[in-house]
């Protein structure tokens, strides 16, 4: 039987790109997934779209902000909901390839020592797509200084790890760069990542 992913979501006014985020995810050829999606205070019709898509796909489930917190206290909101044995990232703006959740899946199957994994990526707009932008394979904590070691929306994270690592810090200092700071902490922690030289997530 195939382990459930949680995948988490923040959203501030997305109704413009959210429906076709969520469309490649219901594309998947990976199919015991959750939709865990924050919609943090947006002013236009987000919440609206959610609410169709949580009422039709028993899979997916929103929770809303009281006031608008950021990108990383709306994640953390979706951790508490996680039932998962792994946690995937996906922003509302982007694509998921259909073979992105079976391939990392897998690859996390297969690769016992591995606790995260991620992909490249591929830039897109509208219908047209361009460059690859490519990340090490096998990153240690001695490539952080020389840039973000894995693509934070491409992640698939054991469950586990990440709330070992109580998922993302909320400080003035990490604002818009909460992922650099959780692979700090990844890496101090003794965790170890990858990432699958295939552009499975569209930007």
Same mark, same amino acid.
């Given at each position: ?6 995948i ?29 999606? $924050? !919609? @943090?205070? +947006? ?9 169709? #898509?949580?009422?039709?796909? %028993? ?12 990108l990383?206290?709306?994640l ?15 922003? $509302? !703006? @982007?694509? +998921? ?9 897998? #690859?996390?199957?297969?690769? %016992? ?9 591929k ?5 047209k ?43 003035n ?31």
């Amino acid at each position: 039987m195939q382990k459930l992913v949680s995948i988490i979501m923040g959203v501030y006014n997305g109704a413009d790109t959210l429906e076709e985020a969520i469309e490649s995810l219901k594309k998947q050829t990976y199919k015991n997934w959750e939709l865990i999606v $924050c !919609d @943090d205070c +947006s002013t236009d019709s987000t919440m609206s779209i959610l609410e169709e #898509y949580s009422t039709s796909d %028993a899979r997916i489930k929103v929770i809303q902000n009281e006031c608008n917190l950021g990108l990383a206290a709306s994640l953390n909101q979706c951790i508490k909901y996680v039932n998962g044995s792994f946690i995937a990232r996906m922003d $509302c !703006d @982007d694509l +998921s390839d259909p073979l992105r959740l079976e391939k990392q899946v897998s #690859y996390l199957e297969e690769h %016992a020592e591995c606790d995260l994994v991620g992909t490249y990526m591929k830039e897109f707009e509208g219908k047209k797509y361009g460059r690859v932008v490519e990340t090490k394979i096998n990153p240690t904590k001695f490539d952080l200084p020389k840039g973000a070691p894995f693509a934070h929306a491409t992640i698939l994270v054991r469950s586990e790890v990440m709330k070992e690592l109580k998922g993302y810090c909320i400080s003035n200092h990490t604002v818009r760069t909460e992922d650099v700071d959780l692979w700090y902490r990844f890496f101090a922690a003794g965790f170890i990542g990858a990432n699958i030289p295939e552009a499975l997530y569209y930007v």
